[in-house]
């Protein structure tokens, strides 16, 4: 939580100063990518007697700052990660995303809806087969979407699973696997058809 709030390394020890020298206060205030570590780390204390008689090296604060965080997810140059995200995720991110791009619009059409003008609105995109026809595929597809993502998860959360051992769980990755292709394909063909019509 706190890791939010404080961003810049200024920041952070000002964070460390006022919250005092705790070993929680420096756990949170521990950023990815190593941030400034406590002066006290490994060091006798009044708490503790330190880490120099499991055989710390003197400049363990230094090698501390250069050692990467596990899982290491992102590369280098920032842009890129090491690992690429599973089907199963990238369905499970697709049906919040269009979620909340049904909420969005939802409330555009009531906003305009309430100011009279969604007659207008919805009589020229009808009107325009360039605007119209990737609309309608965007609401259809979005709106099928959520519905059949919303749908597996009630029988993922209903549905008696069966012993893991047997391998016929709906939670199989080779089941999640072809479930979200299922998904992720049945709505694009349900939202084409709805939109040439």
Known sequence: MLQAVVKSRAASTVAQKFLGATPFAAQQLRFIGGDKVPEFWGKPSSYTEGTQFLGTPKNHLDLIQKRPLSPDVIEIDGKSTHYQFPIGAISSIANRATGVALSVGFAGAGYFSLTGSLPSILNY?????????PLKFLVVYSLSYHYLGGLRHFIWDHYKIGNNADKDSLLELNVVEASSKAILAAPAAIAFICALL
């Open 125 to 133: 995109v009808a009107g325009s087969w360039v605007i119209g026809f």
